[in-house]
């Protein structure tokens, strides 16, 4: 009997040891006393549970215990897992705005002043027929992003589709560490309930979310909450700033600090060979690799080494023991007396040469593969066509250019970041300096269109033609990229919407300047509809798309949008494109593009010439949120005094910005038969010029009148412009609204 208990005993002493072995090789989590886990969420040590568990009071994590099972909390924002490699995972709310009742809405904002939004591993979505959403910055930060979800009907839209058709998705600018969503909808969803009564927006992990036709219909989706990745890191000092201060310094023993990106804080992980929590004395623990890798080879003996492992070969055998070598074996007694020196020496002349041999081989294989793909791109681009329309090219600039892709590669230092011009949603602007040190902009288009190759080398020929004072020449192109780049003429002086809207802008535009800007902008456009070979409708008109030399004349660019017309029709259906706030809204409607779509978007760059103001402010009122409706209000009211520019508004002039107030309300009527071509508001505005240069030509006001000019204005000049003549639709290539959200002057 006491033999059995003395047996019982041993065992249960080693089982003993083993469990105690077990638990010191586990990691620590927590620091020690405090709580390693709330619920189903393990709380690594910098964040804690409060008193010294955490590092900062910012790391702080509430378990709140009335819930079965407990739930943490970061401030107001649920936590369902924290990662020592700086990543914390919460649950966001849904905004939504419901038009079926009153005052049935809800705006959501976050603030984290610690942490940010993880800018690649988040994206902000809508949810609507009729949407309008907006995120924009909540403490500061001076940032805003959105985009705009229309449809017609539930069954226009499709499941898991999120590009615009009852969903639409954007991405999350850099280091946003706030957020206000607010939601917008341009028709009160009147003609889509009650099929979709609600617009929702949130910020949510990418692919956390799959759209649903379904979430149009029901109030359910108010109450949703999805996850969202956050960044953290310690301090706001670099490694080498905060090693200064070791008794503060978060990272221990057998780790290694890691700066984050702007070197404003740091993290800490643990060295290879190691695994833990770095932030805790003796948190990173060696990894036993003969256990958990067995990395030696058949009969080597592993021996674990801290951070490392050593594979030897047991008595009488020789070899590498790593299963990456050759191995242990019994030394070969009858080997070659052959000098070992001279063998290994040639074998590593054999080596050298041989890799010497395929490296030249793979460098000659990938030019062929480059030369046969810059030959397949130029094909597909229409470069045969091209060439053979050069060819019999009378009357054509002989300045005109077919550009390599080193040329351009060298031009731009390989379209380096530095190079970059503007960015918009067709393309990539960069700055060029030639062979000759020619200054050229070239633009990299984003995606390209295989079936439209022939309409594209026509445009090309065309926009060759143009020799207009006032319009971006094309000096020539390269086809021998995945998409075409077009290479343009180098304009110094930015563009009219930095010179307007900008607060840095050290230049000062006077009304006599804008005038003289808005006549020759006119005089461009007359041309491009009337007087080039075949009509061309630009389609994207807007501040950002006038350029300003050095004399402030104005070049009209961008023609990535542009359309030809063909003599013998007056209209064309094309996709709706073009920028919110300036798009024809008969256009919109109906898909026909006409002449007067230009007019239209014209109309309102005079207007933000008049005002100062930007086409789209959200903080305007929400009625008064797009400039075209504004105005024409304004104007309906006799007060458009209230929103002239008050830099250029004076005594001498205020006859002259009211009939160019008349001409661009006359140029935004809804019905595009009721507005005046180009040409016409080209005279138009030369008359207004040249009575401003000759006031000797001016009737004198008789005093009723100078009342009318410097107090009300009449109201004979309603022309029944309406809200419906403000047009929205989308960018020219991501189906995206370019958003101008900064305020108004």
């Known amino acids: 009997m006491g033999s059995i208990r003395s047996v019982v005993l041993m065992q249960l002493m080693i089982l003993l040891n083993v469990i105690l072995t077990v638990k010191a090789s586990t990691p620590a989590v927590a620091k020690p006393g405090c709580r390693s886990r709330c619920g189903d969420v393990i709380i690594p040590y910098p964040f804690g549970t409060g008193g010294d568990c955490n590092i900062t009071a910012g790391f702080f994590i509430n378990c709140n215990t009335s819930f079965i099972p407990h739930k943490p909390f970061l401030g107001d924002f649920e936590v369902i897992n ?26 959501y904002y ?76 341009p028709f009160n969803h009147t003609y889509v309930l009650p099929e979709n009564p609600c617009s929702y927006a949130f910020v949510a992990e990418i692919d956390s979310y799959t759209f649903s036709a379904s979430d149009l219909r029901g109030f359910e989706f108010k109450s949703r909450q999805f996850p969202i990745i956050l960044d953290w890191k310690i301090g706001h000092n670099s490694c080498n700033e905060a090693n200064m201060d070791v008794d503060n310094f978060a990272c221990k023993e057998h780790s290694k600090c890691v700066d984050s990106e702007n070197n404003s804080g740091y993290l800490c992980k643990c060295l290879e060979g190691y695994e833990g929590n770095p932030y805790l004395p003796n948190g990173c623990q060696d990894i036993n690799e003969c256990e958990s890798m067995s990395p030696c080879n058949g009969t080597a003996i592993c021996t674990n080494l801290p951070g490392t492992y050593n594979c030897s070969c047991p008595g009488g055998y020789e070899g590498d023991g790593k299963k990456s070598g050759t191995g242990c074996s019994l030394p070969n007694k009858d080997q070659s007396k052959t000098s070992p020196l001279i063998a290994a020496l040639g074998v590593a002349i054999g080596f050298l040469g041989l890799l010497l041999g395929i490296v030249l081989w793979c460098w000659m294989l990938r030019q062929r593969q480059i030369s046969k793909l810059r030959e397949a791109n130029f094909q597909q681009n229409g ?104 290479v343009y003429e180098y304009i110094t002086n930015r563009t009219l919407f930095h010179h307007l809207h900008n607060d840095d802008a050290t230049s000062y535009l006077s009304w006599e300047t804008r005038l003289r800007i808005a006549t020759e902008t006119a005089e461009a456009l007359s041309y491009l509809h009337s007087a080039a070979s075949i009509p061309i409708i630009h389609r994207d008109i807007k501040l950002a798309n006038i350029l300003l030399d050095d004399n402030y004349t104005p070049k009209v660019s961008d023609f990535g949008a542009s359309r030809l ?40 760059v005079l207007m933000e010439l008049l005002t100062g103001q930007k086409v789209v402010c959200f903080k305007r009122p929400e009625e008064n949120r797009v400039l075209p409706l504004y105005f024409t209000s304004l104007m309906k009211e006799d007060r458009l005094l209230d929103i002239l520019d008050p830099r250029v508004l004076n005594d001498e002039n205020v006859e002259q910005l009211m009939e160019v107030a008349i001409l661009a309300r006359r140029c935004v009527r809804v019905k595009g038969e009721e507005r005046p071509t180009m040409k016409e508001v080209a005279h138009e505005l030369a008359g207004l010029q040249a009575i401003a240069k000759h006031p000797w030509s001016k009737s004198n006001l008789v005093s009723e009148e100078s009342e009318y000019l410097l107090g009300k204005f009449p109201s004979t000049y309603d022309d029944g412009v309406t809200s419906s ?8 290539i991501n189906n995206k609204i370019t958003f101008e959200l900064e305020g108004a002057r």
């Not at 020592?84 to 038009?99: E, F, I, M, P």
């Not at 731009?412 to 393309?427: A, K, V």
């Not at 063909?566 to 919110?580: L, M």
């Open 383 to 486: 470069g045969i066509l091209l060439r053979e329309q050069l060819s019999k090219r009378q009357g054509y600039r002989e300045d005109v250019k077919v550009f390599t892709a080193e040329e351009l590669e060298k031009a731009t230092n390989n379209y380096n970041e530095s190079r970059i011009l503007g960015q918009g949603g067709l393309g990539t602007v960069y700055k060029g300096i030639l062979a000759d040190n020619q200054i050229v902009a070239i633009k990299k288009s984003i995606i390209g269109d295989p079936s439209q190759v022939e309409q594209f080398i026509n445009e090309i020929m065309v926009l060759y033609k143009i020799n207009h004072r006032n319009v971006v020449k094309l000096l020539g192109c390269c086809l021998e990229t995945q998409v075409p780049l077009l």
């Open 82 to 107: 924290i990662s020592t490699d700086g990543q914390l995972r919460t649950l966001s709310n849904t905004s939504y705005d419901c038009y079926n009742t009153p005052w049935n809405r809800l705006f």
């Open 110 to 185: 976050f603030l984290l002043s610690e942490f940010s939004i993880n800018n690649t591993k988040n994206k902000f979505t809508a949810i609507g027929c009729d949407t309008v959403a907006v995120m924009q910055d909540f403490d500061g930060q001076r940032y805003a992003t959105g985009c705009l979800s229309f449809c017609n009907n539930i069954t226009d839209v499709s499941n898991g589709s999120c590009s615009g058709v009852g969903c639409c998705q954007t991405s999350i600018p850099k280091d946003v560490r706030s957020y206000n969503i607010s939601l917008g909808s």
């Open 565 to 604: 017309i063909p003599s013998d029709e007056a209209q064309i259906t094309t996709i709706v494109q073009g920028t919110f706030g300036y798009l024809d809204p008969e256009y919109m409607l109906s898909s026909l593009l006409t002449e007067k779509s230009d007019v239209y978007s014209y109309g309102v």
């Open 725 to 732: 003549s403000i047009g929205m639709g989308y960018d020219s």
